[in-house]
């Protein structure tokens, strides 16, 4: 085992999976960096790691712009320590059906995800690297596979599992293991937007979408940050280039 404490950047960490996977990885033994558009919103996961006895610090940044990250990634090893664990994780809806999809909608939804994730990948790396050892958890989704009214992000997610696989490659020699996670239903707010957008009350549209998962029930934020925690660990050293469905089970 190792005898520092790893730092662990989580994108998009204000809140649901993002605020879940920044709590796991502190309980793990890591210092996080909790970073979201606002460090304000980062407090109160940030308060509920430290209450418990973790290390967590709340940062600003826009995960689609270089010097936004840059400064993000320079702050972060200043003052936690070499960020050897990324989770990339942020990530927006701006759901339509093709035809009513505008241009903003598509880019948008690509700056944050592909280019989110391309960006943070590249500035922790050097650390990684440097320090011959590093773990990136991609968030991608389902909807990866296909989803009405989700072009963009459909898109995005796939694109999430290509980067994985490249990096894995790209990484792999220098101790450093690239994975990626694509959710099935998971009871967030982003949720509760797409059962908005459906019309749908969103009690009924939790209870119809469990009754098509075969264990029965929607996940949780705690059953993305589990597996995360697999990645993340030390001993998962031979596993990358994979892409995990926490699903429910085998298909979306």
């Given at each position: ?10 994108t998009?960490a204000a809140?649901?999976?993002g605020?879940?996977?920044?709590q796991r990885?502190a309980?793990d033994g890591?210092?996080v960096a909790?970073?979201?558009?606002s460090?304000?919103a980062?407090?109160?996961?940030v308060?509920?790691i430290?209450?418990?006895g973790?290390t967590a610090?709340?940062?600003?940044a826009d995960?689609a712009?270089?010097a936004?990250?840059?400064g993000?990634?320079?702050?972060v ?5 070499p ?10 809806l701006?759901?339509?059906?093709l ?5 903003d909608d598509?880019d948008t939804?690509?700056?944050v995800h592909l280019?989110?994730?391309f ?5 922790v790396?050097?650390?990684?690297t ?5 773990r990136?958890?991609?968030?991608s989704?389902?909807s990866?596979l296909g ?8 898109a995005a997610k796939a694109g ?7 990096l ?6 220098f101790?450093?293991?690239?994975n990626a996670i ?15 957008r459906m019309?749908?009350?969103?009690e009924q549209?939790v209870e ?7 264990v029965?029930?929607t996940g949780t934020p705690?059953?993305?940050a589990?597996?995360?925690?697999f990645?993340?660990?030390e001993?998962?050293s031979?596993?990358s ?6 699903a429910?089970g085998?298909?979306?």
């Amino acid at each position: 085992m190792t005898t520092h404490q790893r730092t662990a950047v989580v994108t998009g960490a204000a809140r649901g999976i993002g605020a879940a996977l920044a709590q796991r990885l502190a309980a793990d033994g890591m210092a996080v960096a909790a970073v979201d558009l606002s460090a304000e919103a980062c407090s109160d996961v940030v308060e509920a790691i430290t209450s418990a006895g973790g290390t967590a610090r709340a940062y600003a940044a826009d995960v689609a712009d270089e010097a936004s990250v840059a400064g993000l990634v320079e702050a972060v090893a200043a003052e936690l320590g070499p960020p050897t664990v990324l989770v990339n994780n942020a990530g927006v809806l701006r759901d339509n059906l093709l035809f009513r999809m505008s241009a903003d909608d598509w880019d948008t939804v690509m700056n944050v995800h592909l280019r989110g994730h391309f960006l943070m990948s590249r500035a922790v790396q050097a650390h990684m690297t440097e320090q011959g050892w590093g773990r990136i958890v991609n968030i991608s989704s389902t909807s990866a596979l296909g989803n009405r009214g989700q072009a963009n992000y459909a898109a995005a997610k796939a694109g999430i599992q290509g980067f994985t696989k490249t990096l894995a490659i790209e990484l792999g020699k220098f101790g450093v293991t690239v994975n990626a996670i694509a959710p099935g239903l998971i009871e967030t707010a982003m949720t509760r937007t797409t059962a908005e957008r459906m019309g749908v009350p969103y009690e009924q549209f939790v209870e119809k979408a469990a009754q098509q998962i075969p264990v029965a029930r929607t996940g949780t934020p705690e059953d993305i940050a589990a597996a995360a925690s697999f990645f993340a660990r030390e001993d998962a050293s031979f596993v990358s280039g994979q892409v995990l469905y926490v699903a429910g089970g085998p298909r979306a």
